[in-house]
């Protein structure tokens, strides 16, 4: 079937430090991949997507590659700020017409 | 350009009762979405519709229902609540049902059973 692993949180960095979040996805056919990031008491917004493998997707300062023969989708950020301080979702797009998502990873970033 | 609209933010209800959650997609967006997300569950699909139908359903009972109007609004209806319907339910919408844009969220209604 199809399924996200996500790397377990909280994760806390100090502001400026590197960021990556594992995310593993087990799927048939050709998913879509997706990060979605969660404010407190707000709803989810798209960060990035990709929609074959190879492709990178970035916005924000935040990228992540695509990567079909390892099935991961990591998030990295090269200097993370207070402001990113969040919940981030790693989340599949099968053939069908839903959205399949990890647990979510907490990140908080100590200035 | 408006986002997703969900109402109301916030519900109370009393177990037994039946709540109905509104949603309105982003403009031109024909396909909407509903999940639940729980602390325990985290976020689990509910059920998607394009043009009126419902073309895809998640593994929950019978008590959840949806719907969508000509015009792409939708509703979700639940029925006889639990203790355990407590969550955030978020609506999303999309322009190609999610393959290369993915989805747009609603802030979402955090529906609390009592």
């Known amino acids: 079937g199809n399924s996200v692993t996500q790397m377990e949180g909280p994760v806390t960095l100090s502001e400026e430090a590197f960021l990556t979040i594992n995310c593993t996805y087990t799927?048939?056919?050709?998913?879509?991949l997706f990060w979605y990031v969660q404010y407190p008491g707000e709803g989810l917004q798209l960060l990035l997507k990709a929609t074959k493998a190879d492709d990178k997707g970035s916005n924000k300062g935040f990228e992540a590659t695509y990567r079909k023969e390892t099935t991961s989708f990591h998030l990295e950020k090269g200097s993370v700020q207070v402001s990113d301080s969040a919940v981030y979702f790693c989340?599949?797009?099968?053939?069908?017409?839903?959205?399949?998502f990890g647990s979510g990873t907490r990140l908080l970033v100590r200035p | 350009k408006a986002g997703v609209t969900q109402t109301p933010r916030y519900l109370i209800k009393t177990r037994g009762q039946q709540v109905t959650l509104s949603c309105s997609p982003i403009?031109?967006?024909?396909?909407v979405s509903w999940y639940q997300q729980t602390p325990g569950q985290g976020l689990q699909f509910l059920f998607e519709?394009?043009?009126?139908?419902?073309?895809n359903k998640g593994n929950f009972p019978g008590r959840f229902s949806g719907r969508q109007f000509s015009n792409s609004r939708s509703e979700m209806n639940v029925s006889t609540l639990e203790l355990g319907d407590s969550a955030l339910y978020l609506c999303a919408s999309s322009l190609d049902g999610g393959r290369d844009y993915g989805y747009t969220f609603g802030s979402g209604t955090r529906l609390t059973v009592v």
């Open positions: 519709y394009f043009s009126e139908t419902q073309r």
């Open positions: 403009s031109g967006h024909r396909s």
């Open positions: 989340a599949l797009r099968p053939s069908s017409y839903k959205l399949i």
């Open positions: 799927a048939t056919g050709y998913p879509s």
